[in-house]
């Protein structure tokens, strides 16, 4: 059984942007999620959706106005280290308010999925979609579906995925995944 030959554990690691709220534009929006653990800015994208696309307007994020003319992204110049409080005034869009380092790029939350995992060394080169010549260093092999790009961690190690090779039993149902990493 394929079971008993992923018998190593490991985690599949999937990144997102730090999200504190998206939806339709409120009074004053709930912002939820983690507070981040370094000093921070918020990113304040607007956008137009269906029967609800006017982006004139401003966003007061604590102390600090931005105010928009259309739909688009502005940030916050203030460092941060606690939840602000915002409010919406003359919005009636879609609102995405985003926490970003002080430098001004997005700060990732990390989830982590505990899986099964085979890892085992396999020295392989191959042309990807672009036509580069791309080598890998090792394969693991896992029942969950992943895509290229991302990542598994095994041992204290991170792993890209730079190819994905799906593995049917002779029905044609997917016993497990084979995934050519670096």
Known sequence: MIEDYLNQDAYWIQKSNHIFYQGLSVASPVLTGALPSVAFRVAITLASTTGHTDCAGSVVVGTETLTFSAAGKKTTTTSLSALPVIS???LDCNILIEAISTGGAPLQLETSTATRVRKEAYQSGYFNAAGVW????????CKSLMAVGDKIRYGSQDYSILKVEDNPDLGGESEFYTYLVA
């Open 134 to 141: 791309t080598t890998t260093r090792d394969a693991i092999y």
């Open 88 to 90: 919406c005034v003359g």
